[in-house]
């Protein structure tokens, strides 16, 4: 029921909104003229009015409207301005000094008002810098949104501009009802005698979807500071494995990335901290004027950056504009350089000392440095950290909610300059010195969220998350951070989630989540990996995420119901035909995510039914209707292309990129005419290129007569390929470029045969869980579970599924039936099953014929310390549950160790366990696996044996393997996978492990 808005006073409005200050109680409320409901009420302002008016502005930026002026006793204003055609109304207050002296100032509010929409307040979630919370929640910085979860519809609050103050947004319960304020923080802003001075500009709108609401927030942001992107990189960062790398791997790295990874779309090689020297005892060394003597680049960044040009990469390099470090001998004749505060330098945790942009010197000492990174080095890309310390304020990593800081309490060389303003200063001192080809990075915003706002305008990019890392639960970090301010992405900055993992020690399944969850968002892709030393399907899923598509329709659908958000969905009509693209990602590595969402809510086109396909399963999805159901097992993924069905053939994608079609599918187009669907794509050469389609099922339908090329590299070819409803066209050329295809059908009937009976129906029993594998030629299988007091039952196009609910000792009876591209059901095939009461150690297994100490890895990586032959990893005796051991291996997690699988090899055998030099510390706990590989394209390892949990904690400390060895594994990969609890004191021993051939 919309309330009523008092006649009293005075009103201005545009085509959306209409504002009425009611004079006699010194608050004004907002009208949503579509409807009628007065949504902000009672918004009271910070001084007591004076008088009010309204006039017809034209505004440079914003155009004609009206703006309600409210003049102050004490001088100063609130303006309230309604521009036509903007969603928001904009307010900005201006603060007045009438006394004779200087006044300081550290906050404004604008205004305090309550919220109706409709619903119960406690209803209501919260979204914002500090994730998804109920109504009352402690400060969002920059940003809020404000709604009913069931129907998305609510309110947009956000600062526009930070030219010099640090935009914060509240929201809470007041008896029982939602409030809203908007804050300003300037920590120090000075207000000259008999002066004012105008503050910066918040919005507030309301949205029947806030997800628009906050998509126009981030389109005003742009408009306002004319923002214009470049095009985004593919990055390779060198910090997550290699630290700041060197000279010889660096090279390496980037010859074998412009051998297999360039053609994708790999574009800037980032050497991280370590490159530079100085001195410090907090945080890394801050003389980036010159390298260390003794550091990985003896030849010098200049060459260094020559050497990665020739190999057709931009150079990219880390280092920390706005920190120094004041006891460092280099600096001590610039201790005027920084902030200051009690008489000292102001130096804050890790950031070292701060430098102090309102200073002259300071200004011509970062602009020597970003002279010769960027002029005489030739670096075109800057990861610019410790981004904070420009603001004089304290580290509080992590920041996401609203604290209170020292903004505005270390001592300033030019005080009238805010530390905001000081900050952006310094970092349009860094653009200008670059100059505008080179791509800067911020990072990162939770050091401290005052370099969030402040940097709207400025920079190319900016990290908005901690730093991650290679288990579950440090990736989903990009994902949580990435998807709050998930629409700031492509308008206002790239978001950079911190890198992709791809390495053998993230289970392939989880890699694949991550890289496809930063690929669909359209986020920064950065990686930082050797590659040459991964396999070849990790390399894969770096190709298919290359390069990021551009467009910016991409959003989380049940982002006020999960955070981090499950469902995705990216939208594009660039081509001038509608694709759609849905991500289901489960963030839970230990339960499967059981997806049934109406397809109206996932923001599909309405229609009767539709198509889709399963771009990692590699397989298509029978038609469906008015719900989306899948099934994703536990810390995995599944990106759907979808279509609506129709009467004609429908390309539902590719499988060049993980988009499916978004960024190599440049033209398609159907001729009922000729019967003739037709496309131009852009090719990687010598990467099969497939073009999936699907057409009606029925008497009469379409049937491939022909493909064609009319425009293709010289010796391109393509070949299709029909199954009933569902056709593959597999385009293959020598060299990379644009081929136009066309493939033409003829009328005939299209059966969808009743599939028959799966096959081959196998199990394996894990310490927690129930994997079946099976064999068939289904669209689809349907499997449910008898026994056990939870019901199991799951839709799946795979042919495997993993049921992570079952118990010990209960006998389970499973069943699975194969289901076809018009639903019909096989017959089901069942199985029983029996889990073992709880996991008990196997018996040592014979000695090897052949020990590992014995033969050369092919590769040897560990999470701290040296491989080790014949030691622990810290140099002592192999020493597991109080026996010593003179051969095996010594490792810490997280840890690959590969090995050739020898001629004749028959069985792999080890005793495994942790290190008895860690026990009498409770933190070890690790997963050992042995993953074979068979070396083929296409197919990803397989876990052959794994330990359950070997932890201090549990007393089971030691495990034994005796493995067969599949006759086509080519070969083991001897793991050791860290819990989420970290890798301290995971140090672990591969003992007696080798091969055995008879």
């Given at each position: 029921?919309?309330?009523?808005?008092?006649?009293?006073?005075?009103?201005?409005?545009?085509?959306?909104?209409?504002?009425?200050?009611?004079?006699?109680?010194?608050?004004?409320?907002?009208?949503?003229?579509?409807?009628?409901?007065?949504?902000?009420?009672?918004?009271?302002?910070?001084?007591?009015?004076?008088?009010?008016?309204?006039?017809?502005?034209?505004?440079?930026?914003?155009?004609?409207?009206?703006?309600?002026?409210?003049?102050?006793?004490?001088?100063?204003?609130?303006?309230?301005?309604?521009?036509?055609?903007?969603?928001?109304?904009?307010?900005?207050?201006?603060?007045?000094?009438?006394?004779?002296?200087?006044?300081?100032?550290?906050?404004?509010?604008?205004?305090?008002?309550?919220?109706?929409?409709?619903?119960?307040?406690?209803?209501?979630?919260?979204?914002?810098?500090?994730?998804?919370?109920?109504?009352?929640?402690?400060?969002?910085?920059?940003?809020?949104?404000?709604?009913?979860?069931?129907?998305?519809?609510?309110?947009?609050?956000?600062?526009?501009?930070?030219?010099?103050?640090?935009?914060?947004?509240?929201?809470?319960?007041?008896?029982?009802?939602?409030?809203?304020?908007?804050?300003?923080?300037?920590?120090?802003?000075?207000?000259?005698?008999?002066?004012?001075?105008?503050?910066?500009?918040?919005?507030?709108?309301?949205?029947?979807?806030?997800?628009?609401?906050?998509?126009?927030?981030?389109?005003?942001?742009?408009?306002?500071?004319?923002?214009?992107?470049?095009?985004?990189?593919?990055?390779?960062?060198?910090?997550?494995?290699?630290?700041?790398?060197?000279?010889?791997?660096?090279?390496?790295?980037?010859?074998?990335?412009?051998?297999?990874?360039?053609?994708?779309?790999?574009?800037?090689?980032?050497?991280?901290?370590?490159?530079?020297?100085?001195?410090?005892?907090?945080?890394?060394?801050?003389?980036?004027?010159?390298?260390?003597?003794?550091?990985?680049?003896?030849?010098?960044?200049?060459?260094?950056?020559?050497?990665?040009?020739?190999?057709?990469?931009?150079?990219?390099?880390?280092?920390?504009?706005?920190?120094?470090?004041?006891?460092?001998?280099?600096?001590?004749?610039?201790?005027?350089?920084?902030?200051?505060?009690?008489?000292?330098?102001?130096?804050?945790?890790?950031?070292?000392?701060?430098?102090?942009?309102?200073?002259?010197?300071?200004?011509?000492?970062?602009?020597?440095?970003?002279?010769?990174?960027?002029?005489?080095?030739?670096?075109?890309?800057?990861?610019?950290?410790?981004?904070?310390?420009?603001?004089?304020?304290?580290?509080?990593?992590?920041?996401?909610?609203?604290?209170?800081?020292?903004?505005?309490?270390?001592?300033?060389?030019?005080?009238?300059?805010?530390?905001?303003?000081?900050?952006?200063?310094?970092?349009?001192?860094?653009?200008?010195?670059?100059?505008?080809?080179?791509?800067?990075?911020?990072?990162?915003?939770?050091?401290?969220?005052?370099?969030?706002?402040?940097?709207?305008?400025?920079?190319?990019?900016?990290?908005?998350?901690?730093?991650?890392?290679?288990?579950?639960?440090?990736?989903?970090?990009?994902?949580?951070?990435?998807?709050?301010?998930?629409?700031?992405?492509?308008?206002?900055?790239?978001?950079?989630?911190?890198?992709?993992?791809?390495?053998?020690?993230?289970?392939?399944?989880?890699?694949?989540?991550?890289?496809?969850?930063?690929?669909?968002?359209?986020?920064?892709?950065?990686?930082?990996?050797?590659?040459?030393?991964?396999?070849?399907?990790?390399?894969?899923?770096?190709?298919?995420?290359?390069?990021?598509?551009?467009?910016?329709?991409?959003?989380?659908?049940?982002?006020?119901?999960?955070?981090?958000?499950?469902?995705?969905?990216?939208?594009?009509?660039?081509?001038?035909?509608?694709?759609?693209?849905?991500?289901?990602?489960?963030?839970?590595?230990?339960?499967?995510?059981?997806?049934?969402?109406?397809?109206?809510?996932?923001?599909?086109?309405?229609?009767?039914?539709y198509v889709a396909f399963d771009y990692w399963g590699r397989s298509f999805v029978p038609p469906f209707a008015e719900r989306l159901r899948a099934h994703v097992p536990a810390g995995a993924c599944l990106v759907l292309s979808i279509r609506a069905a129709a009467a004609h053939p429908v390309l539902l994608g590719t499988s060049r990129h993980i988009t499916q079609g978004c960024t190599d599918l440049l033209a398609e187009k159907w001729d009922e005419a000729s019967g003739t669907l037709s496309g131009t794509s852009r090719v990687v050469g010598n990467d099969p290129y497939e073009i999936r389609i699907v057409v009606p099922a029925g008497k009469t339908s379409w049937q491939v007569e022909q493909v064609g090329l009319a425009e293709a590299p010289e010796g391109a070819k393509a070949t299709p390929k029909q199954d009933g409803p569902t056709v593959r066209v597999t385009l293959e050329a020598p060299r990379s470029g644009d081929v136009k295809w066309a493939v033409r059908f003829k009328r005939g009937p299209v059966l969808a045969e009743k599939p028959g009976k799966v096959t081959n129906l196998q199990f394996k029993i894990g310490f927690s869980s129930v994997q079946l594998e099976w064999k068939g030629a289904a669209a689809g299988y349907d499997v449910t579970r008898e026994g056990g007091d939870e019901a199991f039952a799951v839709s799946t196009p795979?042919?495997?599924?993993?049921?992570?609910?079952?118990?010990?000792?209960?006998?389970?009876?499973?069943?699975?039936?194969?289901?076809?591209?018009?639903?019909?059901?096989?017959?089901?095939?069942?199985?029983?099953?029996?889990?073992?009461?709880?996991?008990?150690?196997?018996?040592?297994?014979?000695?090897?014929?052949?020990?590992?100490?014995?033969?050369?890895?092919?590769?040897?990586?560990?999470?701290?310390?040296?491989?080790?032959?014949?030691?622990?990893?810290?140099?002592?005796?192999?020493?597991?549950?109080?026996?010593?051991?003179?051969?095996?291996?010594?490792?810490?997690?997280?840890?690959?160790?590969?090995?050739?699988?020898?001629?004749?090899?028959?069985?792999?055998?080890?005793?495994?366990?942790?290190?008895?030099?860690?026990?009498?510390?409770?933190?070890?706990?690790?997963?050992?696996?042995?993953?074979?590989?068979?070396?083929?394209?296409?197919?990803?390892?397989?876990?052959?044996?794994?330990?359950?949990?070997?932890?201090?904690?549990?007393?089971?400390?030691?495990?034994?393997?005796?493995?067969?060895?599949?006759?086509?594994?080519?070969?083991?990969?001897?793991?050791?996978?860290?819990?989420?609890?970290?890798?301290?004191?995971?140090?672990?021993?591969?003992?007696?492990?080798?091969?055995?051939?008879?």
């Amino acid at each position: 029921m919309a309330l009523a808005v008092s006649a009293r006073g005075v009103e201005a409005q545009n085509d959306r909104y209409k504002v009425s200050f009611d004079e006699a109680q010194g608050a004004f409320s907002i009208v949503d003229k579509a409807d009628g409901r007065c949504f902000l009420q009672d918004a009271r302002l910070s001084e007591t009015a004076a008088k009010a008016a309204v006039a017809p502005v034209d505004d440079p930026v914003w155009g004609k409207g009206e703006a309600l002026q409210v003049t102050l006793k004490g001088g100063g204003a609130v303006r309230v301005l309604l521009p036509n055609g903007l969603p928001f109304l904009l307010i900005r207050a201006r603060v007045a000094n009438g006394g004779a002296a200087e006044t300081r100032v550290a906050k404004v509010v604008p205004f305090e008002g309550t919220l109706d929409l409709g619903v119960n307040a406690a209803r209501l979630k919260a979204l914002g810098t500090a994730g998804l919370t109920g109504v009352a929640q402690p400060g969002s910085y920059a940003f809020l949104a404000v709604a009913d979860p069931e129907t998305r519809a609510g309110v947009v609050c956000g600062w526009l501009s930070h030219d010099r103050g640090s935009g914060v947004v509240f929201s809470g319960i007041k008896d029982g009802v939602a409030t809203l304020k908007p804050q300003l923080d300037y920590g120090d802003l000075r207000v000259p005698a008999n002066a004012t001075v105008e503050t910066e500009t918040v919005a507030v709108g309301r949205f029947d979807d806030v997800r628009l609401g906050l998509e126009a927030y981030a389109e005003a942001i742009a408009k306002l500071y004319r923002i214009q992107l470049p095009t985004l990189p593919t990055v390779y960062c060198t910090w997550y494995h290699a630290g700041a790398s060197d000279e010889k791997r660096l090279l390496e790295n980037a010859k074998f990335a412009q051998e297999h990874l360039v053609p994708f779309g790999f574009s800037v090689v980032q050497i991280d901290d370590g490159w530079q020297d100085g001195q410090s005892k907090n945080g890394p060394r801050k003389n980036f004027n010159a390298i260390a003597p003794k550091g990985p680049y003896p030849s010098g960044m200049k060459r260094t950056a020559e050497n990665l040009n020739a190999c057709g990469l931009v150079a990219g390099i880390w280092f920390m504009p706005f920190a120094g470090t004041h006891d460092d001998p280099f600096f001590a004749d610039k201790q005027d350089l920084f902030y200051r505060k009690d008489g000292k330098p102001y130096d804050t945790r890790w950031g070292g000392t701060c430098l102090d942009m309102t200073n002259p010197r300071a200004r011509e000492y970062l602009r020597a440095i970003v002279e010769r990174i960027s002029r005489e080095w030739g670096y075109r890309y800057f990861k610019m950290d410790g981004m904070w310390t420009g603001t004089g304020a304290q580290l509080l990593y992590v920041n996401s909610a609203y604290k209170e800081d020292d903004l505005g309490q270390a001592q300033r060389h030019d005080p009238s300059m805010t530390p905001i303003e000081a900050y952006r200063a310094g970092i349009r001192l860094v653009r200008d010195t670059a100059g505008r080809d080179v791509f800067l990075l911020g990072c990162c915003a939770p050091q401290n969220m005052r370099s969030f706002g402040g940097a709207f305008g400025l920079i190319d990019a900016m990290r908005i998350g901690p730093d991650n890392g290679p288990n579950f639960d440090a990736m989903l970090r990009g994902p949580i951070f990435g998807g709050r301010t998930y629409f700031l992405n492509r308008r206002v900055w790239y978001n950079d989630p911190d890198p992709v993992y791809v390495r053998p020690s993230v289970p392939y399944h989880q890699a694949q989540n991550l890289v496809s969850w930063v690929t669909l968002s359209g986020q920064l892709h950065a990686s930082s990996e050797d590659f040459g030393k991964l396999p070849p399907e990790r390399v894969e899923l770096l190709k298919r995420a290359m390069p990021s598509h551009e467009a910016k329709s991409v959003r989380p659908v049940d982002f006020l119901e999960s955070d981090p958000a499950r469902i995705w969905i990216l939208t594009d009509e660039r081509t001038g035909i509608r694709r759609d693209v849905v991500g289901l990602f489960n963030w839970d590595k230990d339960k499967p995510f059981e997806v049934d969402i109406p397809v109206a809510k996932l923001g599909l086109p309405a229609a009767d039914s539709y198509v889709a396909f399963d771009y990692w399963g590699r397989s298509f999805v029978p038609p469906f209707a008015e719900r989306l159901r899948a099934h994703v097992p536990a810390g995995a993924c599944l990106v759907l292309s979808i279509r609506a069905a129709a009467a004609h053939p429908v390309l539902l994608g590719t499988s060049r990129h993980i988009t499916q079609g978004c960024t190599d599918l440049l033209a398609e187009k159907w001729d009922e005419a000729s019967g003739t669907l037709s496309g131009t794509s852009r090719v990687v050469g010598n990467d099969p290129y497939e073009i999936r389609i699907v057409v009606p099922a029925g008497k009469t339908s379409w049937q491939v007569e022909q493909v064609g090329l009319a425009e293709a590299p010289e010796g391109a070819k393509a070949t299709p390929k029909q199954d009933g409803p569902t056709v593959r066209v597999t385009l293959e050329a020598p060299r990379s470029g644009d081929v136009k295809w066309a493939v033409r059908f003829k009328r005939g009937p299209v059966l969808a045969e009743k599939p028959g009976k799966v096959t081959n129906l196998q199990f394996k029993i894990g310490f927690s869980s129930v994997q079946l594998e099976w064999k068939g030629a289904a669209a689809g299988y349907d499997v449910t579970r008898e026994g056990g007091d939870e019901a199991f039952a799951v839709s799946t196009p795979a042919e495997r599924v993993t049921d992570p609910t079952v118990k010990g000792g209960i006998e389970y009876r499973y069943s699975v039936r194969a289901r076809g591209w018009s639903g019909e059901r096989s017959e089901a095939v069942t199985v029983t099953v029996k889990t073992p009461d709880a996991p008990k150690r196997p018996a040592d297994p014979p000695a090897p014929d052949l020990f590992c100490d014995d033969l050369k890895p092919l590769q040897a990586a560990v999470g701290w310390g040296p491989f080790t032959i014949g030691k622990s990893v810290s140099g002592k005796p192999l020493t597991v549950d109080g026996k010593r051991h003179a051969k095996g291996l010594g490792v810490h997690a997280e840890s690959t160790v590969v090995y050739a699988v020898p001629q004749g090899a028959k069985r792999f055998v080890a005793t495994v366990g942790l290190d008895d030099s860690q026990k009498s510390d409770e933190r070890p706990s690790v997963i050992f696996k042995v993953v074979g590989d068979v070396k083929e394209m296409g197919e990803a390892p397989q876990v052959l044996a794994e330990t359950p949990v070997l932890s201090n904690a549990s007393k089971l400390r030691s495990w034994a393997f005796d493995v067969e060895i599949p006759e086509r594994v080519k070969e083991l990969r001897l793991i050791v996978d860290p819990t989420p609890d970290g890798i301290a004191a995971d140090h672990a021993d591969w003992v007696n492990a080798g091969f055995v051939t008879k």
